[in-house]
């Protein structure tokens, strides 16, 4: 079976979970709104656009492999905005704040990021599938929006470096993926060059296809178990625990999710 595997990195991510009230906490690795959001922007769909973002949610399988959460931030935000006025719809901020200047109040919330966390993802496409994966592959080399970690104050800080491979599961694609360094020091960049035959390709080098020494001392310091979580039948992966997330999308320009089923697994050992 053919699957579609990218890397997430970036300084700082938010993988929204339910919102209540004025706290906006984040899970630790992408849920799969996060995941169709990011792959809906690289193709240059729409939010308002239902009936492409429907056929993107119902097409495709999602597993992702967490090699780092990263660390937690919390931000205390304020922000003002103006209460409603009857039918009256504000188009802009620059409305918010101009033609709702008398009417401004405070809006506090609490908001979490997880920073410098890192995720692998594969996704499989369902016979249904709307894109071809090789088309999505090309898609995020070549984003027709920008691309974000869960918010738009946490863009992508290093490519996504997509590739389409075959294997007979999940597991077997999470871990042959060969991600490749995420800082690339001008030492680096030289021992690259001198591994590289002449005619040869730059990002082939076996130097830039694993973790850079930079790469190592960041994540040195929160070093935990690998996990996989995965929805559907993973083919080479045991579940140890099934979870309950509310992140399938049904309505993108409403805003409305349902629940689905995920399976974890920590660690791959014996399967």
Not at 21 to 41: F, I, N
Not at 149 to 171: E, H, I, W
Request: proline share 5%.
């Amino acid at each position: 079976m053919k699957y579609l595997l990218f890397r997430l990195y970036g300084p700082m991510a938010s993988w929204g979970e339910i919102a209540v009230g004025e706290s906006r906490h984040s899970a630790v690795y992408p849920g799969k709104s996060a995941l169709l959001g990011l792959m809906a922007a690289a193709l240059g769909i729409r939010r308002d656009e239902e009936q492409r973002q429907a056929a993107l949610a119902t097409g495709y399988r999602f597993a992702v492999k967490v090699i780092s959460t990263g660390h937690p931030l919390r931000d205390y935000h304020t922000a003002q905005a103006p209460d409603s006025v009857g039918k009256f719809v504000y188009r802009t901020r620059r409305d918010e704040l101009v033609i709702g200047k008398e009417r401004l109040g405070t809006i506090l919330s609490s908001r979490e990021y997880r920073c410098d966390a890192f995720s692998l993802v594969a996704v499989v496409a369902d016979d249904n599938a709307p894109y071809a994966l090789e088309e999505i592959q090309e898609a995020l080399m070549k984003p027709r929006f920008h691309l974000y970690l869960g918010r738009k104050s946490c863009p992508v800080a290093a490519p996504l470096n997509p590739q389409v491979t075959d294997a007979t599961g999940f597991g077997e694609a999470l871990d042959k993926y060969r991600y490749g360094a995420l800082f690339v020091s001008s030492w680096l960049m030289k021992t690259a060059r001198k591994e590289t035959p002449e005619g040869g390709i730059l990002s082939d080098a076996p130097s830039l296809m694993k973790f850079s020494r930079e790469d190592e001392n960041v994540f040195a310091y929160n070093k935990q178990p690998v996990r996989y979580y995965w929805e559907g039948d993973a083919g080479d992966l045991v579940s140890q625990q099934s979870l309950t997330r509310h992140d399938q999308p049904l309505s993108r320009s409403r805003w409305q999710f349902t629940q689905r089923t995920e399976h974890l697994r920590i660690g791959k050992g014996e399967c």
